[in-house]
């Protein structure tokens, strides 16, 4: 009875020391996959977003071309300069707007163009949408302006607003013209997103479980939001994931999630 009472003991001490192992070993297993399934996760998100911020950067380098070919292309820069040396162009208002339709026909469904000239008279291809200002030296009293008369003739871009029947928030790139001539500003050609074509651009059915994702200037303005109330307000979150590669001027360059 005595050795039967041991060999009991041994027996339960035994059993006891697997079952504290086998729960230790399965506590440290279920520590290391949860680590290695979050690295993982986190690996794959971060590799979501640059892909996002790769479509963003090509495709504001696309407008950026775009932009700078058209505000020097021989029949803008020719009807500006004539302006600008206060002679009468050569040819009508119209036949520009033409032409400015006929440069921008690739990218008619994403963008509306604008170019001002030094008298402040807007010339676009497309009727129905307009800014949230009406002569240029509202526009020059926007808080991004500053950098744009820095920027040497490069583009920059900021988070702004256009109108149709409405305001709507919408990402703006400006660029100076400047004369062949004397080398002196003689326009302005404005590149004006709206933040529709800004969501199709940051849609990923990798982020979709996200619950939202901002596009910030360098201004701290929420450009792009999944919620549209954020669009346009100041956003005090700071992780900077994005910067367009080309020029340095440009101001898109966080991404945050909240």
């Given at each position: 009875?005595?050795?039967?009472?041991?060999?009991t003991?041994?027996?339960?001490?035994?059993?006891?020391?697997?079952l504290?192992?086998?729960?230790?070993?399965?506590?440290?297993?279920?520590?290391?996959?949860?680590?290695?399934?979050?690295?993982?996760?986190?690996?794959?998100?971060?590799?979501?977003i640059?892909?996002?911020?790769?479509?963003?950067?090509?495709?504001?380098?696309?407008?950026?071309?775009?932009?700078k070919?058209?505000?020097?292309?021989?029949?803008?820069?020719?009807?500006?300069?004539?302006?600008?040396?206060?002679?009468?162009?050569?040819?009508?208002?119209?036949?520009?707007?033409?032409?400015?339709?006929?440069q921008?026909?690739?990218?008619?469904?994403?963008?509306?163009?604008?170019?001002w000239?030094?008298?402040?008279?807007?010339?676009?291809?497309?009727?129905?949408?307009?800014?949230?200002?009406?002569?240029?030296?509202?526009?020059?009293?926007?808080?991004?302006?500053?950098?744009?008369?820095?920027?040497?003739?490069?583009?920059?871009?900021?988070?702004?607003?256009?109108?149709?029947?409405?305001?709507?928030?919408?990402?703006?790139?400006?660029?100076?013209?400047?004369?062949?001539?004397?080398?002196?500003p003689?326009?302005?050609?404005?590149?004006?997103?709206?933040?529709?074509?800004?969501?199709?651009?940051?849609?990923?059915?990798q982020?979709?479980?996200?619950?939202?994702?901002r596009?910030?200037?360098?201004?701290?303005?929420?450009v792009?939001?999944?919620?549209t109330?954020?669009?346009?307000?100041?956003?005090?979150?700071?992780?900077?994931?994005?910067?367009?590669?080309?020029?340095?001027?440009?101001?898109?360059?966080?991404?945050?999630?909240?």
């Open positions: 009875m005595k050795n039967m009472s041991i060999l003991q041994l027996i339960f001490g035994f059993s006891v020391m697997m504290a192992l086998t729960m230790a070993v399965s506590f440290f297993s279920y520590q290391k996959s949860s680590e290695i399934l979050y690295r993982k996760s986190t690996q794959f998100l971060l590799y979501s640059n892909q996002m911020k790769e479509r963003m950067d090509n495709t504001l380098e696309d407008y950026d071309k775009f932009s070919q058209l505000a020097y292309s021989p029949a803008v820069l020719d009807y500006l300069t004539q302006i600008h040396m206060k002679k009468n162009t050569k040819i009508p208002k119209y036949e520009l707007e033409k032409e400015i339709a006929r921008s026909q690739t990218f008619a469904r994403d963008i509306i163009v604008q170019i000239d030094e008298r402040d008279t807007a010339y676009t291809a497309y009727n129905g949408f307009d800014l949230a200002w009406s002569n240029i030296n509202q526009l020059k009293n926007m808080a991004w302006y500053p950098q744009v008369a820095q920027a040497e003739g490069s583009i920059v871009w900021a988070g702004g607003e256009m109108k149709n029947t409405i305001l709507v928030p919408a990402v703006i790139g400006s660029r100076v013209i400047h004369s062949w001539i004397d080398l002196k003689i326009g302005q050609i404005l590149v004006i997103i709206p933040a529709n074509v800004i969501e199709t651009i940051s849609q990923d059915k982020l979709s479980e996200i619950d939202n994702i596009i910030v200037d360098r201004y701290h303005r929420i792009y939001s999944r919620r109330s954020e669009i346009g307000q100041t956003s005090g979150l700071a992780l900077r994931v994005y910067k367009h590669r080309h020029y340095g001027a440009d101001p898109l360059d966080a991404c945050t999630f909240g």
